[in-house]
C-alpha cells in the first residue's frame, strides 16, 4: 500500500479540494487554515487541512458567512481538523439563524407575486423596498436615487 504523503503543495489541495489557489490564500490569511513554509518558502499544508476545508465549504453551502465559520472553527483546538461531533454541534448553534434566514425568505418569496417587476425601487407603498412606507419620509419621487446622488439615505 502506497504512504500517502503528509504535508501537501498548495497545487495539490487545490486539485484535491476544488477549492482555487487564491481562495486557499484568502482562507489562510483570515485564519480558517493554516500552512507552513519549506525554506524555499513555499506553502505545505497538512493532508489534514482537506477536512477542514471541506467543512468551510459545506457551511458556506449552507449560507453561513466566513465570519461565522472562523467563529466555528475558533473553538476547535490549534487548528483541529472537525469531527462528526464538532459538526453536530455547530450545526446544532447554527439551527435557529438558519431557520430565521428561512422563514425570511419564505416571507420574501411571498411577496414577489405583489411586485409588478418595474425595478423603479420608488414605489412608495412597495413591500420589497419600501416596507410599511418608511421612504414616504423623505419626499416624493425617488428617494433613495436622489440620495444616492446627495449622499445617501439613513
Same mark, same amino acid.
Given at each position: 500500500m502506497v504512504k500517502l504523503p503528509d504535508w501537501l503543495s498548495i497545487g495539490q489541495v487545490s486539485e484535491r479540494s476544488g477549492v482555487a489557489q487564491t481562495a486557499l490564500r484568502f482562507y489562510e490569511e483570515r485564519g480558517l487554515i493554516a500552512a507552513e513554509r519549506t525554506a524555499g518558502n513555499q506553502r505545505r499544508y497538512p493532508r489534514s487541512v482537506l477536512r477542514r476545508l471541506a467543512f468551510i465549504r459545506t457551511a458556506q453551502r449552507v449560507g453561513l458567512s466566513l465570519e461565522d465559520i472562523g467563529a466555528a472553527l475558533a473553538t476547535l483546538p490549534e487548528q483541529r481538523t472537525p469531527t462528526? =461531533?464538532?459538526?453536530?454541534?455547530?450545526?446544532? *448553534?447554527?439551527?435557529? *439563524?438558519? %431557520?430565521?434566514?428561512?422563514?425570511?425568505?419564505? /416571507? +420574501?418569496?411571498?411577496?414577489? %407575486?405583489?411586485?409588478?417587476?418595474?425595478?423603479? +425601487?420608488?414605489? /412608495?407603498?412597495?413591500?420589497?423596498?419600501? =416596507? %410599511?412606507?418608511?421612504?414616504?419620509?423623505?419626499? @416624493?419621487?425617488? @428617494?433613495? +436615487?436622489?440620495? =444616492? =446622488? *446627495?449622499?445617501?439615505?439613513d
Amino acid at each position: 500500500m502506497v504512504k500517502l504523503p503528509d504535508w501537501l503543495s498548495i497545487g495539490q489541495v487545490s486539485e484535491r479540494s476544488g477549492v482555487a489557489q487564491t481562495a486557499l490564500r484568502f482562507y489562510e490569511e483570515r485564519g480558517l487554515i493554516a500552512a507552513e513554509r519549506t525554506a524555499g518558502n513555499q506553502r505545505r499544508y497538512p493532508r489534514s487541512v482537506l477536512r477542514r476545508l471541506a467543512f468551510i465549504r459545506t457551511a458556506q453551502r449552507v449560507g453561513l458567512s466566513l465570519e461565522d465559520i472562523g467563529a466555528a472553527l475558533a473553538t476547535l483546538p490549534e487548528q483541529r481538523t472537525p469531527t462528526k =461531533a464538532d459538526w453536530a454541534r455547530l450545526s446544532r *448553534e447554527w439551527k435557529t *439563524e438558519l %431557520e430565521a434566514r428561512i422563514d425570511s425568505l419564505q /416571507r +420574501l418569496r411571498d411577496k414577489l %407575486e405583489g411586485c409588478v417587476g418595474c425595478g423603479c +425601487l420608488s414605489l /412608495r407603498v412597495c413591500t420589497l423596498v419600501n =416596507a %410599511e412606507d418608511r421612504m414616504a419620509d423623505y419626499g @416624493p419621487g425617488a @428617494p433613495r +436615487l436622489r440620495a =444616492a =446622488a *446627495e449622499g445617501g439615505i439613513d
